[in-house]
């Protein structure tokens, strides 16, 4: 259903060479929309039914899943410069806040890690090549939706991603509270036909399992859309490129400030040194993964990167949200 290449970028004041993304995305040269994508209303979609297999993801495989940041100067050296669709002014629409619901089971503690139960990764298949990323379960009517960067499920510009599979609270290879496969992926059309990074995020819808939905399960974080900019976050991702080895949870803690490089990318950046794997992680307002989650981990700049941008939750993302949280 979908052949991937890495998180295309837009860059005009930074070399291209130093721009990395921070989960994953396949090497493939870009391919036009599979026939099931389509687009209604400024999202893409695609029904992923029959192209998730859990048991295809095994330790091994999932351990063995490649971070994006290897294949980025490939998508960075095949990507043009064109003109940013910064068609979303800042702070534009009213702010919205859905809240979220707490699970029905109790967290799984662990001796030297406290995984979070709606946390996870997600493992997918691009351009043949299977990848990770960092994801979280949110707040919806469904109750099976998840959130991530846009370059983990579409390669921006392109197609979508198969085999998309959420183990929520992994550590060292384990899925405590089981691999949930998605049935549906949803994108802002900005970013799946033009890859720009202004609009980086994308959901998931999970179809059930064990006749149970995910939300009842681990839980679900609220999602707040169009807030002030500037604000305290904690991001939490699963980075998977030296040092670190993606079989634990990571965290990092910081106030926002705009991306000063590439401004039109609308982005904010919190201190951080999360590396490749670590992209679609949440972003909570505050100083826990108990806030309202308000962004992802997108992208750093060079390999020594010190801060970790996210795309505005403006709109266009809101109306992404809803598409998928209201889907069956």
Not at 92 to 116: C, F, H, M, T, Y
Not at 141 to 170: D, I, K, M, Q
Request: glycine content about 12%; charged content about 10%; aromatic content about 10%.
């Amino acid at each position: 259903m979908t052949i991937t290449r890495t998180l295309a970028t837009s860059l005009t004041s930074l070399s291209t060479a130093a721009l990395f993304t921070l989960a994953s995305a396949g090497g493939a040269t870009a391919a036009p929309p599979a026939p099931e994508h389509k687009e209604v209303h400024g999202v893409s979609s695609t029904r992923t039914a029959g192209t998730a297999d859990p048991d295809y993801w095994t330790s091994e495989r999932m351990r063995a899943a490649i971070p994006g940041e290897v294949l980025a100067k490939k998508a960075l050296a095949r990507q043009k410069a064109n003109t940013p669709h910064a068609d979303e002014a800042v702070g534009k629409g009213a702010e919205s806040r859905i809240k979220g619901s707490d699970p029905s089971v109790q967290p799984l503690a662990n001796a030297s890690e406290n995984p979070v139960p709606h946390i996870g990764k997600v493992f997918f298949t691009l351009g043949g090549a299977d990848y990770v990323c960092s994801a979280n379960s949110v707040a919806s009517t469904n109750r099976n939706t998840v959130s991530t960067a846009g370059h983990c499920l579409n390669e921006g510009p392109g197609a979508f991603a198969t085999r998309f599979t959420f183990v929520p609270a992994y550590l060292n290879g384990s899925a405590p509270y089981g691999k949930w496969t998605a049935k549906a992926l949803y994108a802002p059309t900005q970013w799946s036909s033009w890859g720009s990074m202004q609009y980086d995020t994308g959901f998931a819808v999970m179809s059930q399992l064990n006749g149970r939905n995910l939300a009842d399960v681990v839980g679900a974080s609220g999602v707040r859309f169009n807030a002030a900019r500037g604000l305290s976050y904690k991001a939490f991702g699963y980075p998977a490129a030296a040092p670190f080895n993606g079989e634990s949870l990571k965290s990092c803690t910081g106030t926002a400030t705009n991306d000063p490089y590439n401004p039109q990318f609308n982005s904010q950046g919190i201190p951080c040194n999360m590396t490749g794997g670590s992209s679609g992680g949440p972003w909570f307002i505050g100083t826990s993964s108990g806030g309202y989650q308000n962004s992802v981990n997108s992208y750093g700049y060079g390999s020594n990167s010190t801060k970790m941008y996210g795309p505005y939750w403006g709109s266009v993302i809101q109306s992404t949200y809803n598409a998928a949280a209201s889907a069956s």
